[in-house]
């Protein structure tokens, strides 16, 4: 057993965000490297800040597997660079139209609007690189099945998919499983994507255990969409680092919309109990994704 059950959460976050840190600082493009303005977007994008949730998430499912952390920390850094790059060209006038991200101007402000499309494509596709280049699985096939796991929870039937519906919501009043729909792609496809490739970076569990892990990743996902709906309603900009208030303003529906402040809380805590209950059986392996879920469900930005 690591260490890692004897030290407490806030210290486990903090290490294993700067281990992120380091691999994206690495992997990404360095400022001077033509052409730089592309690169200084890139950097700007992913290394500003964040919360850096996904990763942590693919670190506390690693840890259930006994996975090699070097393997989960390239996994985690190539997820946080499909997050970023949906931040970005979410972040453009054609889609939400925000100034505001990580509490610093959005990439299309700092830079201009064809750049920030650019270094969104491009963070893309070196999520991908980092697949391809790095050994991270136990065999060919995990290895294979981890880039065809991302691709899905980005792509059209996942984040991207996800986006196209909430674009296509505004003004509209969804019903309750319309909404789950919706966010269960947008948002909460590449959270469990990050999950799980956490756990496929040993190759040792059990296609059950898997399934557990994915259970706990796909509540903990959309219980991170109904606190972002939550936190959106009820918390100010400074806070967020993002314009709070957007979706009202917006007309967009969101849980609080549908179910109002008072049972969005609730069903956000119902979530976080039934990703406790998938990994019940795991005991003290599942020590961080408990506190995950709970710093997911708990948190103030
Ligand atoms: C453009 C293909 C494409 C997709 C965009 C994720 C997304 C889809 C849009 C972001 C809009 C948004 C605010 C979604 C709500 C949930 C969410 C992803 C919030 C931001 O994630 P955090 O809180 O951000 O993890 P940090 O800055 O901490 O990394």
């Not at 690495?26 to 992913?46: C, F, G, N, S, T």
């Amino acid at each position: 057993m690591t260490t890692a059950t004897t030290i407490d959460f806030g210290t486990w976050s903090h290490a294993h965000l700067q281990r992120t840190d380091a691999v994206l600082q690495k992997v990404l493009p360095a400022p001077d490297i033509a052409p730089q303005r592309l690169h200084e977007a890139m950097r700007y994008a992913v290394l500003g800040g964040g919360k850096r949730v996904r990763p942590l998430l693919a670190f506390a499912a690693g840890e259930v597997a006994d996975a090699d952390p070097e393997r989960v920390a390239i996994a985690g850094a190539a997820v946080e660079l499909i997050h970023a790059y949906s931040l970005v060209h979410d972040d453009l006038p054609c889609m939400d139209d925000d100034v505001l991200r990580r509490g610093r101007p959005t990439c299309h402000v700092e830079f201009d609007e064809a750049t920030a499309l650019l270094a969104g494509d491009a963070l893309q596709s070196l999520a991908f690189q980092l697949l391809g280049e790095h050994r991270l699985a136990n065999n060919v096939a995990t290895q294979l099945e981890m880039v065809k796991l991302l691709a899905t929870a980005s792509g059209s039937r996942g984040m991207a998919g996800g986006q196209a519906i909430d674009l296509d919501s505004v003004g509209k009043a969804l019903t309750v499983p319309e909404l789950e729909f919706m966010h269960i792609h947008k948002t909460g496809a590449l959270i469990r994507a990050a999950t799980v490739l956490g756990a496929h970076c040993c190759g040792g569990l059990s296609e059950r255990e898997l399934a557990q892990v994915d259970a706990f990743a796909k509540c903990i996902g959309l219980a991170f969409q109904v606190v972002d709906d939550v936190l959106d309603a009820d918390s100010s900009t400074a806070t967020l680092g993002k314009t709070a208030g957007k979706d009202a303003k917006d007309n967009k529906p969101t849980y609080v919309s549908a179910l109002g402040m008072a049972r969005a809380r609730e069903f956000a805590q119902e979530l976080r109990q039934q990703a406790l209950a998938a990994v019940a059986g795991f005991g003290p392996r599942a020590l961080r994704l408990r506190e995950l879920a709970d710093f997911i469900v708990l948190r103030k930005f």
